[in-house]
């Protein structure tokens, strides 16, 4: 889990660092020659690598697909910090314990 965390992070910091030299408009079209990828697709590693790239994932284990979830922008920010610190105190963050600390209703 650790490994994938981290690879979802580094394919995010990619795709941010090409779509900086892309010319405008042409992100979607690279991204479907290259990958046969959706921008939708590209977002989610974007968006984790954005809300994410600071943390240690050799410390912690968040899947990836609970990355996904905690890095949307409707997650509120006091559901990935309670996710970060669950983790760090060595609980294991799966998509199904992201999307119940997502929830609105949790707070």
Same mark, same amino acid.
């Given at each position: 889990? +650790?490994?994938?965390?981290?690879?979802?992070? /580094?394919?995010?910091?990619?795709?941010?660092?090409?779509?900086?030299?892309?010319?405008?408009?042409?992100? +979607?079209?690279?991204?479907?020659?290259?990958?046969?990828?959706?921008?939708? @697709?590209?977002?989610?590693?974007?968006?984790?690598?954005?809300?994410?790239?600071?943390?240690?994932?050799?410390?912690? /284990?968040?899947?990836?697909?609970?990355?996904?979830?905690?890095? @949307?922008?409707?997650?509120?920010? /006091? @559901? +990935?910090?309670?996710?970060?610190? +669950?983790?760090?105190?060595?609980?294991?963050?799966?998509?199904?314990? @992201?999307?119940?600390?997502?929830?609105?209703?949790?707070?």
């Amino acid at each position: 889990m +650790r490994r994938s965390a981290q690879d979802v992070i /580094e394919i995010g910091q990619k795709l941010i660092e090409v779509r900086g030299q892309i010319e405008y408009g042409n992100f +979607r079209k690279w991204l479907k020659a290259e990958f046969n990828w959706s921008v939708s @697709a590209a977002t989610k590693f974007i968006q984790v690598a954005e809300q994410f790239s600071c943390v240690n994932f050799t410390q912690v /284990e968040i899947a990836a697909s609970a990355l996904y979830l905690l890095a @949307a922008p409707s997650t509120p920010e /006091e @559901a +990935r910090q309670e996710a970060l610190e +669950r983790a760090s105190q060595g609980e294991i963050i799966t998509h199904a314990l @992201a999307k119940q600390i997502q929830l609105p209703s949790h707070y």
